[in-house]
């Protein structure tokens, strides 16, 4: 079943922080972030395992709660270059992704 | 360290026509995912191979599409007859010892 994410748009000014959502009814094994610019293929961002961790790179952070099976990606003073779909990919017992519809985010300067 | 290569990078087809896409995965990599994406939406699984097997398969139309991933290095993804409904992008992504999947460009097909 497909991960729900949201919102489904946002719209931001350079500086601004962001916070995307994905919620899934399933219990997870991991869940993968990727941001996709339009017209090229996903980038890996990053990816949480099972266990509540939380990652950062750079100004990106993620989060995984895994009793709630949600995981929440963190966007601190947006950049131009942070424009485009991120999605959440979940993954239930080391099998293929599973990704949500995305979240279209444009930073305008 | 070259990435994963799909082509070609677009094919314009008419429906009930046969199409090809060939993958090559990163060198080393053991999974291979063809993904399906449809405009606005995210990437769906069609098929995972571990080497040269099937792990995944339940998503794949089987009376039209196939895959194959003969000596465990690069995959071909064939529909045969296509339809006006699976005009996308063909995904191509590979995985080593990580669970990082790493996307090739894409394939991006236009059925008319």
């Known amino acids: 079943q497909q991960p729900v994410q949201s919102p489904q748009a946002v719209i931001l000014r350079e500086g601004e922080d962001a916070v995307i959502n994905c919620s899934s009814s399933k219990a997870l094994y991991s869940v993968h972030w990727y941001r996709q610019k339009h017209g090229e293929a996903p980038v890996f961002l990053m990816i949480?395992?099972?266990?509540?961790e939380q990652k950062g790179h750079d100004k990106i952070s993620a989060s995984f709660n895994e009793k709630k099976q949600q995981s929440s990606l963190y966007l601190t003073a947006s950049q131009l270059s942070y424009s485009g779909t991120y999605f959440c990919?979940?993954?239930?017992?080391?099998?293929?992704?599973?990704f949500g519809s995305g979240t279209r985010l444009q930073v305008q300067p | 360290e070259a990435g994963v290569a799909q082509s070609p990078r677009y094919k314009i087809i008419e429906k009930r026509q046969s199409v090809a896409f060939w993958c090559n995965p990163i060198s080393g990599h053991a999974t291979l995912y063809w993904y399906q994406q449809i405009l606005g939406q995210g990437p769906k699984l069609l098929i995972q191979?571990?080497?040269?097997?099937?792990?995944?398969d339940s998503q794949l139309p089987k009376d039209r599409f196939s895959a194959e991933r003969l000596k465990g290095v690069d995959s071909t993804l064939k529909i045969q007859p296509a339809k006006l409904e699976d005009s996308a992008v063909y995904l191509c992504?590979?995985?080593?010892?990580?669970?990082?999947?790493?996307f090739g460009p894409g394939t991006r097909l236009t059925v008319t």
């Open positions: 992504a590979s995985t080593g010892v990580s669970y990082e999947q790493y």
């Open positions: 949480l395992l099972k266990g509540g």
């Open positions: 191979f571990q080497n040269n097997g099937v792990v995944d």
């Open positions: 990919g979940t993954e239930a017992g080391r099998r293929a992704l599973t």
